[in-house]
C-alpha cells in the first residue's frame, strides 16, 4: 500500500513540474511559425529526424519516386532531412510564403540548378539590346492577370532539362501572339532546344545550348533568324536536347515582329505586362525549391540570374500573416507543372526587385503569323 501511495506522489509531484502552456501561447506559436508543422513534427532535431522520415514517406507516394538500391534510398533520405532543414530556415526568412515539400525535395542545391533551372550569361543584358520605349503609368489598373484575358497557356514541365529559358520564350511569344491574332497557340519548346544555338556575344561561353541552359533574348534573337516556331504538337518537348534539329518552315505558327528590353522600374514594368502581354522574366530561384505557396518577399535574397520565368500579371495585395502587412505581388507562370507551387504558379513580392525579378525583362511582339494547323 506504501508502495502505492509513493507511486502517487511521485506521478502528481512530475505532473507539477510540467510547465503549464495556455492555450493562447500555443496560438501564438502558431502564427510565429504558421507553417513550420507542415515541415517537421516538432522543434527539436530528434523531433525533425521523426518527422523527416514520415514525410519522406508521404513525399515518396505523392510524386511516384522510386530509387534503384537502398543505398540511393537512403542517400536521397539524408538529403531530404537536409531540405527539411533548409525549408524551415527559408520559413523564417521569407514568412509571407509558405515552405515545404516539393517535388525537388529530395535533390541537393547543386542538383536542383543543374536539372531545373539553366539560365545561362544571365547577368545582365546586352548593352546593344532594343530598349522598350517609357509608356504612360497614371491609369494602370490596381489588379491585372493575363489569364483572365485569354493570353496564357497551360502550365508546362520542363522535366529534367536545363530548359527553363525555352519555356519564358514560348509562353512570351504566345501571348504577343494571341493579341496580335485572337489565337492562342502552344508553341515549341524542342525546336528552341534542338536549333537555338544563338549566342551572345559580350558574353563568352553564353550561347543557347539546349539542357544545359540558355538566355531568353537569345531565343528571340534564333527566333526572328528562323522566321519563327512550329507549333507544340507538330514538334512535341521530349525533355531531351539529344536529338537533331527538326524545323520545318512550313509549319510555323508564330513569328517575331521584333523584342525590346523593360526598363527596371517596376511601372514601367507593369505598363509594359497590361499593353504588350506576358513577359519572360529571368530571377533567382533559390527560395523556390522549397515554395509551397503565398508571396514569396524574402529579408535577403541575391539578384544572381539562373532561372527564366513568364510574367503573367500582379496583385496589389497579397495574404500574409497577421504579423506583416499586405505584400503587392507579382505573378510568375513558372514549368515545373502544377504540382509545383500554387498550381504552377510563383507569387513574388513587387517594389524592391526580389531575388533580381526586375532586372532582366524583355518584351516582344508578333508577326501576324498564318498559323499552320495539322
Not at 70 to 80: L, N, P, V
Not at 132 to 144: H, K, V, W
Request: hydrophobic share 35%; aromatic share 10%.
Amino acid at each position: 500500500m506504501d508502495r502505492i501511495r509513493s507511486l502517487f506522489l511521485l506521478v502528481v509531484f512530475s505532473l507539477l513540474l510540467v510547465p503549464y502552456v495556455s492555450s493562447e501561447t500555443l496560438a501564438a506559436e502558431s502564427n510565429d511559425q504558421p507553417l513550420i508543422r507542415q515541415v517537421v513534427d516538432g522543434s527539436g532535431d530528434g523531433d525533425l529526424l521523426l518527422g523527416a522520415e514520415h514525410h519522406f514517406s508521404l513525399f515518396k507516394r505523392r510524386y511516384g519516386k522510386s530509387y534503384a538500391s537502398q543505398e540511393e534510398h537512403d542517400y536521397r533520405f539524408q538529403i531530404f532531412n537536409n531540405n527539411l532543414r533548409r525549408a524551415k530556415r527559408h520559413q523564417k526568412l521569407d514568412p509571407s510564403a509558405t515552405h515545404g515539400v516539393t517535388q525537388f525535395s529530395d535533390l541537393t542545391p547543386h542538383e536542383f540548378r543543374r536539372t531545373v533551372l539553366g539560365l545561362r550569361g544571365g547577368l545582365r543584358l546586352p548593352s546593344d539590346a532594343n530598349k522598350a520605349p517609357i509608356l504612360p503609368t497614371d491609369n494602370l489598373p490596381g489588379d491585372f492577370d493575363w489569364r483572365d484575358h485569354g493570353a496564357v497557356g497551360p502550365v508546362k514541365n520542363q522535366g529534367s532539362c536545363g530548359s527553363c529559358w525555352s519555356f519564358s520564350t514560348t509562353g512570351a511569344l504566345e501571348g504577343a501572339h494571341f493579341l496580335a491574332t485572337g489565337e492562342l497557340a502552344s508553341l515549341s519548346e524542342q525546336q528552341l532546344v534542338d536549333c537555338d544555338h544563338e549566342c551572345d556575344p559580350e558574353e563568352k561561353g553564353s550561347c543557347d545550348s539546349g539542357c544545359n541552359g540558355g538566355l531568353m533574348n537569345s531565343a528571340f534573337e534564333y527566333t526572328l533568324k528562323a522566321g519563327g516556331l512550329m507549333r507544340e504538337e507538330d514538334y512535341p518537348y521530349t525533355g531531351t536536347d539529344r536529338g537533331t534539329c527538326k524545323f520545318d518552315k512550313t509549319k510555323i505558327a508564330a513569328s517575331v515582329a521584333n523584342f525590346s528590353v523593360v526598363s527596371l522600374d517596376e511601372d514601367q514594368i507593369a505598363a509594359n505586362l497590361v499593353k504588350n502581354g506576358p513577359l519572360a522574366v529571368a530571377i533567382n530561384a533559390v527560395f523556390m525549391q522549397t515554395y509551397v505557396g503565398g508571396v514569396s518577399c524574402p529579408y535577403i535574397c541575391s539578384k544572381r540570374l539562373d532561372h527564366g520565368v513568364l510574367l503573367v500579371g500582379y496583385g496589389s495585395a497579397g495574404y500574409a500573416p497577421i504579423r506583416m502587412k499586405d505584400k503587392p505581388y507579382w505573378i510568375i507562370k513558372n514549368s515545373w507543372g502544377e504540382t509545383w507551387g500554387e498550381n504552377g504558379y510563383y507569387k513574388i513580392c513587387r517594389g524592391r526587385n526580389i531575388c533580381g525579378v526586375d532586372s532582366m525583362v524583355s518584351t516582344v511582339a508578333a508577326a501576324h503569323t498564318t498559323s499552320h494547323k495539322s
